[in-house]
């Protein structure tokens, strides 16, 4: 069973920076993709970034410059590092890991349940 577990968030004022740490447990197969994605209030799941077990990155256009994501295959666990936090970086942050067992199987999605980062002005 693959569970995804994340942690970091909090309550910080605008400026500040904070990062955001997921730790998957359970047989990971390798090559897979982590990445964090968040959610504000009455808006849609969104892709915030995203790294291949290669090493390979992807943001979105808004937080290219001020996210960065991070990973350490041998301890299954990414991280996103929040520079200049913005009032409307507020969102809860989940990740994702994405992984086929095999190569003849499709890729499976596995979130975590999510941690709220709060960005006052």
């Known amino acids: 069973q693959v569970q995804l577990v994340e942690s970091g968030g909090g309550l910080v004022q605008a400026g500040e920076s904070l990062s955001v740490s997921c730790v998957a447990s359970g047989i990971i197969f390798s090559p897979n993709t982590m990445g964090w994605y968040r959610q504000a209030p009455g808006k849609q799941r969104e892709l915030v970034a995203t790294?291949?077990?290669?090493?390979?990155?992807n943001y979105a256009d808004s937080v290219k410059g001020r996210f960065t994501i991070s990973r350490d295959n041998a301890k299954n666990t990414v991280t996103l590092q929040i520079d200049s936090l913005k009032p409307e970086d507020t969102a809860v942050y989940y990740c994702?890991?994405?992984?086929?067992?095999?190569?003849?199987?499709?890729?499976?999605?596995?979130w975590g349940q999510g941690t709220q980062v709060t960005v006052s002005s």
């Open positions: 994702r890991l994405t992984m086929s067992m095999s190569i003849v199987m499709p890729r499976k999605d596995y």
């Open positions: 790294i291949t077990s290669g090493g390979n990155t």
